[in-house]
């Protein structure tokens, strides 16, 4: 397919999923399907423009004075491409396959963009391309930065990798940095960069027209020395402090991204129990477990009615919470979310916070620690949260976001001048720290019980 019939087709996706209000995935999957002739290089390239669509979805439809999907289209190749009139009046040129030629509204919108003044007045969630019901809740933390904050957040992420510390080893000693080097060079071909806070991360750009590496069919992957996490997820588990020895309880475990992390730390000494709300979430951890070498997790699979956490009550060294959240950190990542979000869902994730910091106090030895984790921005889900947890739990209290980052070592004093902190914890997000929005709490228990 010409680039042209790929925007075309990027059109059509869109409008689909504007009219039928259905997921992303689901539309590319069915265009896919009627479409066969298109190649991989082509569906690709077609998921790429309408995620990046949505991502702009708000300041396309702004510039172009219009909401239809061939507007946002063409904000989108304007905005975030970079493709000047000229450039899109050849491509949108109405021959077979390809858009209809641009009329004279679309002309004067693009060439608006070029004297730099179409968001002079525009409204914050517009310039900033978030839902309008989340300006308020986004101001109250970011202030007058939300809108940067919000462009940076409409970018697309890299794809990060980390290490697998336990799976390494034995081939290249026990330091991170020359086992983070053996890797980056069995995957020269990728062209990594070493993270800048995780001592473990690798980071791959994608270009905007490049598919995601297939990294589930390098050999490293395969000999599980490789998972596919965000830098910001690898940080929040290494801020969790994890060591060899503790007894450590990964209460929202899902599929086991961040306990891999966290066996890693503990170089597979000392015992961590995963579980989750959800058995069908857990399932997948088994076979990630194996591959990743790790030899400390017990798995607890839910059972109705059944407390399967009930014999460590009061012993964790440390519970990690990976909260259930909204997800606002990850808009980058999931930029159909974003729209999608409804006030209703947010109460939801509230409840469910509360009911699994609730339970972590309990398993919790005197002295130990809760680390909460949310990939959230809003504070409701994350300082009000622990607020309201440490008024319900007197016996906590947050150890300063100074102490937390000193995991990170040589990189903890920039990483500590780049985030947000508050006296409950602290944020990271993609403007900030170049990773997905992060928000992570440590919460002492004191020893006099
Ligand atoms: C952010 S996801 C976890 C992601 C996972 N830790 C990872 O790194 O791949 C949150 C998880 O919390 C689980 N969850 C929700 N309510 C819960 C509860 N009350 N107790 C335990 N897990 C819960 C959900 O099923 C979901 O898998």
């Known amino acids: 397919m010409t680039p042209s019939a790929r925007i075309a087709a990027a059109i059509a996706v869109l409008a689909d999923i504007e009219a039928r209000r259905r997921p992303a995935a689901d539309a590319l999957k069915d265009w896919g399907l009627s479409h066969r002739f298109a190649g991989s290089g082509d569906r690709a390239a077609i998921a790429g423009l309408v995620y990046d669509a949505l991502r702009r979805k708000a300041s396309a439809a702004h510039l172009m004075g219009a909401t239809t999907s061939r507007a946002v289209v063409l904000g989108m190749l304007r905005l975030d491409r970079g493709l000047d009139l000229a450039k899109l009046e050849k491509m949108f040129d109405g021959s077979r396959f390809n858009p209809d030629p641009l009329t004279a509204d679309e002309r004067s919108a693009l060439a608006a963009a070029a004297d730099g003044k179409a968001f002079a007045d525009a409204p914050s969630h517009i310039a900033g391309d978030y839902p309008e019901w989340l300006d308020l809740p986004l101001a109250r933390v970011f202030g007058d930065d939300r809108v940067a904050e919000g462009r940076a957040l409409a970018h697309r992420a890299p794809l990060d990798l980390r290490v697998n510390t336990l799976a390494v080893s034995k081939e290249a000693g026990r330091d991170p940095e020359a086992l983070r080097g053996t890797i980056a060079a069995e995957l020269a071909h990728l062209k990594p960069q070493r993270t800048r806070w995780s001592p473990v991360g690798l980071r791959v750009a994608i270009g905007a ?115 259930p959240c909204t997800g606002t950190g990850t808009w980058r990542r999931n930029p159909d979310a974003k729209w999608r979000m409804r006030p209703g869902a947010l109460s939801e994730r509230l409840a469910q916070q509360r009911t699994v910091l609730d339970r972590a106090a309990g398993l919790v030895r005197p002295g130990g620690r809760i680390v909460y984790v949310t990939c959230s921005l809003l504070a409701d889900e994350n300082t009000d949260q622990i607020q309201a947890f440490l008024a319900r739990h007197p016996g906590f209290a947050p150890v300063p976001a100074e102490k937390t980052v000193s995991v990170l070592g040589d990189a903890a004093p920039a990483f500590l001048d780049s985030v947000l902190t508050f006296p409950e914890g602290l944020l990271m997000t993609p403007r900030r720290t170049g990773t997905d929005g992060f928000f992570v709490s440590v919460l002492r228990r004191s020893i006099a019980i």
């Open 209 to 323: 027209d490049a598919k995601s590496p297939p990294v589930h069919a390098e050999p490293a992957f395969i000999k599980g020395q490789i998972e596919v996490q965000d830098e910001g997820s690898q940080v929040a588990a290494l801020l969790a402090a994890a060591r060899p020895g503790d007894q450590v309880i990964d209460l929202c475990a899902g599929g086991g991204g961040k306990t891999l992390a966290l066996a890693a730390s503990m170089a597979n000494r000392g015992q961590l129990y995963a579980t989750d709300l959800d058995k069908r979430r857990l399932a997948p951890i088994h076979a990630r477990l194996e591959r990743a070498g790790v030899r400390d997790v017990q798995v607890r699979t839910p059972r109705p009615d059944v407390d399967v956490l009930e014999d460590l009550h009061g012993r964790a060294d440390l519970v990690v919470v990976d909260a």
